[in-house]
């Protein structure tokens, strides 16, 4: 995937989802199941149990042009691997030498950024777009501050955000958000209880917002 093609996703989409589960199966299912209804960006957190494997057959049912992203990638060789069993974007929590080491895979990157210094510095390192984390603590008012400085930045907050809050991030300028428990639940740990509903609200409000 190219950077333009990850910026162009994230425009038209608006939403990523984000899996981490403690159940592989339950986290394949939930990936699947987001990608068949409609919430076709996922990325699936190394931090989850066997998410390389996740990331393998999900890639391996959902063929070379699904969506398929890595999460909480930290150093190269989280960047190697991600890449390896088949991610095709990867996106990190903080400025880390998994940056620089996924662009050079040919990985793009949503590189985790929270002040101007760390966004200056995942711009330097060559993130295609920056993930505002955690996005919580300041809000909707930190992303605003940050536009001011940084127009051409492309933000995506991540972090608690749940579909309203989301509806504010996206009208203040985000390009798209990142959502994990507010969508998923606790589907990728074996109870997918309400994620039909929650897929057909986040889902509603990227059409919306797009």
């Known amino acids: 995937m190219q950077p333009q093609e990850l910026i162009t996703a994230l425009a038209s989409r608006r939403v990523v989802a984000i899996v981490r589960g403690t159940d592989p ?29 996740v990331i393998t057959k999900a890639r391996a049912a959902l063929g070379p042009g699904a969506l398929l992203g890595a ?26 030498e998994a940056v620089s ?55 995506v907050p991540v972090g608690g955000i749940d579909a309203p809050a989301a509806r504010h991030y996206l009208a203040a300028g985000a390009l798209a958000v990142g959502v994990g428990g507010p969508l998923v639940g606790q589907a990728a740990d074996g109870d ?7 897929i057909t609200e986040f889902r509603a409000l990227a059409e919306e917002a797009s």
């Open 192 to 198: 997918p209880t309400g994620i039909a509903d929650r």
């Open 101 to 155: 080491a996924s662009r050079a895979l040919g990985l793009p990157v949503l590189a985790g950024a929270l002040t101007p210094t760390e966004v200056i510095g995942a711009v330097r390192e060559g993130a295609t777009a920056v993930k505002l984390f955690p996005a919580g603590p300041g809000g909707v008012e930190l992303l605003r501050a940050l536009r001011a400085p940084f127009p051409r930045v492309p933000f």
């Open 71 to 96: 999460g909480t990638v930290l150093t190269a060789d989280d960047a190697r691997n991600a890449a390896e069993a088949g991610a095709t974007y990867a996106v990190t929590p903080a400025v880390t």
């Open 25 to 53: 199966e339950a986290a394949l299912d939930t990936v699947l199941t987001l990608v068949r209804n409609g919430i076709d960006l996922v990325e699936v957190s190394l931090s989850g149990v066997d998410a390389l494997d």
